[in-house]
């Protein structure tokens, strides 16, 4: 807690006053002795979840007795000190080992407790990653950790704060995940009305021809992407006229990139491949159901290698071929009858032979415009959880702040305060295990329960 005076039976100290701290050691590489052993070795990509009950890697005898590996009993605080993963934390829930990465702290008996250390490391997170900045590896050590301040509540105050936060953070977890789960609903959502749409099923209240054409039938014009003779690699110029290829297609949105283009002169030798308005250009490798209908704003764009032209007679609308060929039962078609072992692919001859639902041009439109008022329905949707998900996110942080201000535990503390002053404040627990050190000639002592 920074500034301001605090709260009743608090006090001000520092991290190394209320736990024992060490970090371990890494046994050399060259000694296949040294691993694959039954001793839990945690390192900073272990480190995350509340509680650690097995390890990445696990170590021998003889691989903590020739490095600086050491023990440190389940219960201890595990904290990451180098690179990109400073501030992660995590509670020991066994006894480990862990490499010169870790920061490792022993709650000392009476003082605190490991749920209490753990949530106020959580809270401190992006104060540790200020002061690691600087460096192409930037680190904090463990005189940092051990320097860091804090403002600590008396212990029967912790407790309560723990409690307050395990209550409260877990619903923010369980909020988090059913906001997370939405977008795959939604995703399954859009692609129930694209088969609805398919199948003549979305728009049943006009009287329509129901008969299925295949594409042929249809008479719809394909034309497969240029060779890979004609369009080489070192072709690809930066800020030119995009190939669009299918990692450009998506959800029926077509997004250049800027360093897959080519120039003006290569756009001319190709140019019975650009695309042209009201174009339908498919992926016709990889993944199936990349289609999007080409509108070109006055800007050019030549059809890729990987991807295949569809272009529409007056009996069927562009954007209405589009939905069709990113529906289920076209995928489901596809996948089918592509050819290919390790990528699939389409060729003209299953593009030809796909039976489509094709009314009249009435009921097309009205299709499409259906369509579109439930994606955009869907999309509002997405831009709220997605809105709410930040303000969810941001919650957590803003719920450990006010924790360890004081601001969860101030009706508690007018409640209880024999519980928080005297021989029972912060200080006087401190000043007690600070006498008993001194009588005992310095011996730390630590906790191993959490």
Same mark, same amino acid.
């Given at each position: 807690?920074?500034?301001?005076? *605090?709260?009743?039976?608090?006090?001000? &100290?520092?991290?190394? =006053?209320?736990?024992?701290?060490?970090?371990?050691?890494?046994?050399?590489?060259?000694?296949?002795?040294?691993?694959?052993?039954?001793?839990?070795?945690?390192?900073?990509?272990?480190?995350?979840?509340? *509680?650690?009950?097995?390890?990445?890697?696990?170590?021998?005898?003889?691989?903590?007795?020739?490095?600086?590996?050491?023990?440190?009993?389940?219960?201890? /605080?595990?904290?990451?000190?180098?690179?990109?993963?400073?501030?992660?934390?995590?509670?020991?829930?066994?006894?480990?080992?862990?490499?010169?990465?870790?920061?490792?702290?022993?709650?000392?008996?009476?003082?605190?407790?490991?749920?209490?250390?753990?949530?106020?490391? *959580?809270?401190?997170?992006?104060?540790?990653?200020?002061?690691?900045?600087?460096?192409?590896?930037? =680190?904090?050590?463990?005189?940092?950790?051990?320097?860091?301040?804090?403002?600590?509540?008396?212990?029967?105050? +912790?407790?309560?704060?723990?409690?307050?936060?395990? &209550?409260?953070?877990?619903?923010?977890?369980?909020?988090?995940?059913?906001?997370?789960?939405?977008?795959?609903? %939604?995703?399954?959502?859009?692609?129930?009305?694209?088969?609805?749409?398919?199948?003549?099923?979305?728009? +049943?209240?006009?009287?329509?021809?129901?008969?299925?054409?295949?594409?042929?039938?249809?008479?719809?014009?394909?034309?497969?992407?240029?060779?890979?003779?004609?369009?080489?690699?070192?072709?690809?110029?930066?800020?030119?006229?995009?190939?669009? =290829?299918?990692?450009?297609?998506?959800?029926?949105?077509?997004?250049?990139?800027?360093?897959?283009?080519?120039?003006?002169?290569?756009?001319?030798? %190709?140019?019975?491949?650009? %695309?042209?308005?009201?174009?339908?250009?498919?992926?016709?490798?990889?993944?199936?159901?990349?289609?999007?209908?080409?509108?070109? =704003?006055?800007?050019?764009?030549?059809?890729?290698?990987?991807?295949?032209? *569809?272009?529409?007679?007056?009996?069927?609308?562009?954007?209405?071929?589009?939905?069709?060929?990113?529906?289920?039962?076209?995928?489901?078609?596809? $996948?089918?009858?592509?050819?290919?072992?390790?990528?699939?692919?389409? $060729?003209?001859? !299953?593009?030809?032979?796909?039976?489509?639902?094709?009314?009249?041009?009435?009921?097309?439109?009205?299709?499409?415009?259906? !369509?579109? +008022?439930?994606?955009?329905?869907?999309?509002?949707?997405?831009? +709220? /959880?997605?809105?709410?998900?930040?303000?969810?996110?941001? %919650?957590?942080?803003?719920?450990?702040?006010?924790?360890?201000?004081?601001?969860?535990?101030?009706?508690?503390?007018?409640?209880?305060?024999?519980?928080?002053?005297?021989?029972?404040?912060?200080?006087?627990?401190?000043?007690?295990?600070?006498?008993?050190?001194?009588?005992?000639?310095?011996?730390?002592?630590?906790?191993?329960?959490?």
């Amino acid at each position: 807690m920074s500034g301001g005076k *605090l709260p009743e039976g608090w006090v001000a &100290t520092t991290l190394q =006053n209320i736990a024992v701290w060490g970090s371990g050691g890494t046994p050399s590489r060259s000694h296949d002795e040294f691993y694959n052993g039954n001793i839990p070795w945690i390192k900073t990509g272990d480190l995350g979840p509340r *509680l650690i009950t097995e390890a990445s890697e696990y170590i021998t005898e003889a691989g903590v007795k020739n490095s600086s590996a050491k023990y440190f009993p389940k219960g201890s /605080v595990a904290i990451a000190m180098y690179g990109a993963t400073i501030g992660k934390t995590s509670i020991l829930g066994i006894d480990a080992t862990t490499n010169q990465a870790c920061a490792v702290g022993s709650p000392i008996e009476d003082i605190t407790s490991s749920i209490f250390l753990y949530y106020f490391l *959580l809270n401190e997170k992006n104060a540790f990653i200020k002061k690691g900045k600087g460096g192409a590896q930037p =680190n904090i050590s463990q005189a940092v950790i051990k320097e860091h301040p804090l403002s600590l509540p008396p212990y029967a105050e +912790q407790k309560i704060i723990a409690e307050k936060l395990d &209550t409260l953070l877990a619903q923010v977890d369980s909020t988090k995940a059913r906001l997370e789960k939405i977008p795959q609903i %939604l995703k399954r959502f859009r692609q129930a009305v694209l088969a609805a749409a398919a199948t003549g099923n979305l728009n +049943q209240n006009i009287s329509s021809n129901n008969k299925k054409n295949t594409l042929k039938e249809v008479g719809i014009m394909i034309k497969t992407g240029p060779f890979g003779s004609a369009l080489h690699k070192s072709d690809y110029i930066s800020n030119g006229i995009p190939v669009i =290829n299918p990692m450009h297609i998506n959800d029926g949105i077509i997004s250049p990139s800027l360093c897959m283009t080519i120039s003006d002169e290569k756009y001319a030798e %190709l140019s019975s491949w650009s %695309l042209q308005d009201g174009d339908i250009i498919v992926g016709r490798r990889g993944e199936m159901g990349r289609a999007a209908m080409v509108n070109l =704003n006055q800007s050019k764009m030549l059809c890729g290698t990987g991807s295949m032209i *569809l272009r529409t007679k007056e009996n069927i609308v562009p954007k209405y071929l589009e939905l069709i060929l990113r529906s289920p039962t076209a995928i489901n078609y596809f $996948n089918k009858e592509a050819v290919g072992s390790t990528m699939v692919n389409l $060729n003209q001859k !299953v593009i030809n032979s796909l039976e489509v639902y094709l009314p009249h041009i009435e009921e097309q439109l009205e299709i499409i415009r259906r !369509v579109e +008022q439930l994606f955009a329905y869907a999309d509002t949707i997405e831009k +709220q /959880v997605n809105s709410a998900l930040t303000r969810v996110n941001n %919650l957590t942080q803003s719920i450990l702040a006010k924790a360890f201000r004081g601001e969860l535990t101030a009706q508690w503390r007018a409640e209880n305060p024999d519980l928080i002053s005297g021989e029972n404040s912060a200080a006087a627990l401190l000043e007690r295990i600070k006498a008993e050190r001194a009588a005992s000639g310095g011996k730390k002592t630590s906790r191993k329960k959490s």
